[in-house]
């Protein structure tokens, strides 16, 4: 009897061996140039054009990037965007910069974009959507390039493409620059890793063992996510490269390529390391720590029992949560149940049609405990756990699912080629082909449910950037650049927060005008605005980024003359009154006073003290100075007999758009307009 072999059958002649690793073309020390690749690239890129299913991707993807620009459309910097721009601008292009932690984030890409904008194009909205747009769109092409590589050309990659492609999960950290910045290019290296992994398993060339490294590198610079790159590589290929069962394909791998998978254990290896020397919780909620056991329940159940499932199939069709960055996800019961039925039903049937679909999902479940919830507990698992329904936590999972329900359901080129020779004793991990029709009813379910995902993706989508409060927060910076470019040349401008739909109050100082607006100012008029200095006249903005005159409030400590005096009383020109100082950068002491010459003044606060110059004023003026210093007395030194003080104030700053008197000269009403300029001119 005539042998049998994987690549001979009964009463055959041997057959050519079939190879599941292509050979590569080139000798490993030479390559083809630059001109040769783009040559071949474009000669590429025009047969590819004319292939339907390549025509009908793109039909797809110019559908998404019309998502997402209405979505872009509607959104605006928003919070921790102006604390890059403020950061930006207060600092130089320094390696403690750039590799400084942001609330726990380690992203020196991410921070060199922000310093290029901020120098060249500050809150300027359409050069950052822009960008994350330009990045967006190569990691959509990307995808579909790796699912081409894996499965070959087929109508079906259309079903895994448009998940991606239109997936409402990646709409808010798109719409939402600060997130971007982190996740879109982190989205961009994961295809592109995962693209060139595959070649150089296939293959061998060193080249993409090299591209790949770069890739994860590029990664690293801005999610600290690409941690977990290497290890979501190296699982992908074991489970679906390389032959035979799970450890069978592990001792291949390192034998095989032992030196590639060394250097991606050396790049996580340096990079926890290069992460652990940055990191610097200090004593505040930020950043990595220790989690509370309900806070991190509560995130985790929102994030993997509610989030993820209703987004990942096209929900969550309304954002019942609004936050200044735009909605979050809180799902009714019977979205969720119906998303858990959807899930069931998509699992089972992707293990009937597949035994090996099991490892699809595993790869799925995995990427969403190691990569998602365990450094998102870490991180924000203190405090409330409503963390865990932002669904930019869970974007990037978006990616993993469509490229898993592709793996769940087709057939990658390896695994093909090693069922077309395993003729004898290796059973197929597929079912027999079904016939015509079966095929057709299988293609037409698919496509009715890629439609019906389409459809409540992009409701979704519109009904998220309903949620978004873009106008407003354009206005506001549109009334700032006007006020900016109008600028008075004399007197001091003074910080105040911006509203809190702008950046939310719990940012503390970093909330200021002199932190935030400071790069909009033209020239050097930004260091006015950063480094508040002395006037005679006070400038702060207001709620709606209208630069105004400034004003005290009758929180301020206000000392004013006697009923029967016309001036405060000195004691050879010094005096001091008990006084509420709450010292920070928004603390402002005024003077209202008469002078026939130039005069020497002191002010101190809480043991420090501050020097000035008033000018002379016969008239009646004012003098205003930054007072940082936290105390309780406030204490004033003149030249004997130079000035006569008509009033004082100690305190923060409001708008006053009658640009009436600065001191409230009445501590139980605000003073009337027309009264207060009759007391500027007695003084």
Known sequence: MPSTTPTTGPDREPEVEVRVRRPVEEPEDEGPGIGALAADALRGLREVSRDAVFRAAMAVLLVALAAKVYVLNASYFVEDDFLFFGAA????????????????????????LVYLQTAFWPYNWWVSA???LVFQTLALLTFLRLMWELFGRRWALLIPFSVYALAPLTIPVLGWWAAALNAVPFQLAILLSLLWTVRYVRTGDPRYGWWTTAAVVFGMFFSVKALFLPSLLFVFAVAFLYPGHLWAGTVRAFRAHRAFWGAMVALTLGYLVLYLVSQNTGSGTEGAGVPEAEAATELLRRMLGQVFPVGALGGPYEWALITPAGGL?????????????????????SLWLRGRAWRAWALLLGYLVFVDAVPTVIARGRGHGLAGADPRYVADAALIFALCLALAFLVVHEQRARE????????????????????????????????????????????????????????YMDNVRASMADLPEEGAFYPRPVPEDVVLDWNGDLRLTSHVLPPLAPGDDGDRFAYPGQGAAAYVFDDEGTLVPGEHTLFSSTFLPGPEDECLGTLEGAVSWPALAMGGPEQVA????????????????????????????????????????????????TEVDALCMTAVAIGKLAPDA??????????????????????EGEG
């Open 130 to 132: 822009g960008v994350m």
């Open 420 to 475: 077309s020779v395993s003729a004898a004793g290796v059973p197929l991990t597929t079912r027999a082909a079904p016939g015509r029709r079966a095929r057709r009813n299988r293609a037409v379910a698919a496509a009715v449910l890629t439609v019906g995902y389409a459809a409540g993706a992009l409701y979704s989508t519109y009904t998220y950037a309903g949620t978004l409060s873009g106008d407003r927060l354009r206005e």
């Open 658 to 679: 009658d640009g009436g008197h600065p001191i409230p000269l009445s501590q139980e009403e605000p003073a009337d307009p027309a009264e207060d300029a009759g007391d």
């Open 590 to 637: 005024t003077l209202a006073y008469t002078s026939d010459a130039d005069t020497d003044l002191v002010v101190s606060v809480g043991g420090g003290w501050i020097e000035a110059v008033l000018p002379a004023a016969p008239d009646g003026g004012f003098w205003h100075l930054p007072v940082p210093q936290q105390g309780d007395r406030l204490s004033l030194l």
């Open 329 to 349: 996800v809180e799902p009714r019961g019977f979205v969720v149940l119906g998303a858990g039925v959807m899930w069931l039903a998509i699992v089972l049937s």
């Open 89 to 112: 601008y207060a600092t130089d292009l320094t390696p403690d910069y750039l590799f400084s932690l942001h609330k726990g984030h380690f992203m020196p890409g991410a921070m060199f």
